[in-house]
């Protein structure tokens, strides 16, 4: 068999990749943040001309307004479902973002999910050589290089992102997959949950691209704004120019916004008699309207600490999508609180390691940047592990905490003594795709 080619980091730049639930991060290895952040979500706008096919629209152009584009992902559970588009958009990544013309002098570093299946890994390897024509590749554990990126070899990664909250045990570089624990409660239930209280007031929520002009107006009077009629969506009209798809991505932009202005965690535990005396935050709509937010941007939050009190009966009754995931979510009627998540992986591993685990935890995932995140999580663990030495490590930064698995990945790939562990183009085309299971286990 031939050797592997050798591409040290500090001799060719290699290229990192991370596809998130909600966001691709690609970027340069030795570098401390991505070149380009892009949302997994993708438009498809039928031609005028039946017999052509449709454009595809990648990027964040997505949110530009498009009539009849209909939106989807090409990515769930953290798993590439659909690489024709996945292909698609990251060659918007390299060529258009980041001006990389071709990727034949560029190796390429995928970070992937624990529970990543064999088949995707593969497909990874094989568009990386196949059809981007990469000199080596390399897939890396997203959890594993979290872990690096906060300079640890062992940790317990608590990432809480858009689409899912995840507790994953790494112990010298391996993830002990039997012990990892993840459900759907991430930012976008938060926001999905804060979209329907707002609705259920019967307060007006007009995203971005409905509005034409605004004109200020006092707290709570009704907005003084120009709609553009045109836009105005139908769910009743199948030809009506905006999509259900297109205006469900809208709101659910403004309600993170929402979210990320006025939402805060109760410390060090919720309290009924504390809520009321917390400030109300005013928060101002893109058509002008504006009020103030009191419990719910409270109570909002609490679903991740306390999901079968705080999260409402019609969001418990949903059904998880099918996934083709190798680790099942727990489903909405049985979602865990977050401390329950992580007793339940301290449980699976072995005793002797409990301790090493908690005194290292890792947070990350854009959600736990909320405002009293990690406190909470602090005193929530200390009544899980009474009596053991806990250790948060949350980075400051907001683009460590979002980025840290590219982070870790963009270190790992810099490394001259990573050189070795590269699979070179001379060997996957002896072995074939399956060299990736042996050779980035």
């Not at 498809?44 to 017999?51: A, I």
């Not at 990648?58 to 590439?80: C, E, K, M, W």
Request: with cysteine.
């Amino acid at each position: 068999m031939s050797p592997p080619v050798q591409y040290g980091g500090d001799e060719v730049g290699a290229l990192v990749l991370d596809i998130g639930s909600s966001t691709v991060r690609a970027g340069y290895a030795g570098e401390d943040a991505p070149k380009c952040l892009f949302p997994t979500a993708f438009a498809t706008v039928p031609s005028s001309d039946p017999s052509q096919p449709p454009t595809y629209v990648h990027g964040n152009n997505v949110h530009l307004y498009r009539p009849h584009a209909t939106v989807l992902s090409f990515v769930a559970d953290q798993i590439v479902t659909d690489w024709d588009a996945a292909g698609r958009a990251l060659e918007h990544a390299f060529q258009d973002r980041m001006r990389v013309k071709t990727l034949e002098e560029f190796p390429l570093m995928a970070t992937e999910p624990s529970w990543n299946t064999k088949e995707n890994k593969e497909k990874m390897c094989e568009l990386a050589f196949e059809t981007w024509q990469t000199p080596a590749f390399y897939s890396v554990d997203k959890a594993v290089m979290s872990a690096f990126a906060a300079g640890k070899g062992s940790a317990l990664i608590v990432n809480v992102g858009e689409e899912l909250t995840t507790v994953t045990p790494v112990y010298d570089g391996f993830v002990l997959r039997k012990a990892i624990q993840k459900q759907p409660t991430g930012g976008a239930l938060l926001s999905e949950v804060l979209l329907s209280s707002l609705k259920s007031q019967s307060l007006p929520v007009t995203p971005h691209y409905l509005v034409k002009t605004k004109e200020a107006v006092e707290p709570n009077q009704p907005a003084n704004a120009q709609l553009r009629e045109d836009r105005l969506p139908n769910p009743s009209d199948p030809n009506a120019a905006t999509t259900p798809s297109y205006h469900r991505l809208e709101e659910m932009r403004l309600m993170h916004e929402l979210k990320e202005s006025v939402c805060e965690v109760m410390t060090p535990s919720w309290d009924d008699n504390s809520v009321n005396q917390k400030a109300s935050r005013a928060f101002e709509f893109p058509d002008g309207f504006n009020t103030y937010l009191g419990t719910v941007r409270l109570s909002t939050p609490e679903i991740i600490f306390n999901p079968q009190r705080f999260l409402p009966v019609e969001f418990k009754n949903r059904q998880l999508p099918p996934s083709a995931s190798t680790i099942p979510s727990h489903p909405y009627s049985a979602l865990q609180p977050l401390a329950g998540l992580i007793r339940n992986t301290l449980i699976q591993v072995d005793p002797d390691l409990q301790a090493t685990l908690l005194a290292n935890v890792v947070v990350t995932g854009g959600t736990t940047l909320i405002p009293g995140f990690v406190d909470r999580l602090q005193a929530e663990l200390g009544i899980v592990a009474p009596g053991m030495k806990i250790k948060i490590h949350a980075a400051a930064s907001a683009a460590e905490r979002t980025h840290s698995s590219w982070l870790g990945g963009s270190i790992l790939a810099s490394l001259g003594t990573f050189h070795q562990l590269w699979i070179g183009k001379d060997e996957y085309q002896e072995v074939g795709k399956s060299v990736v299971h042996r050779r980035a286990k």
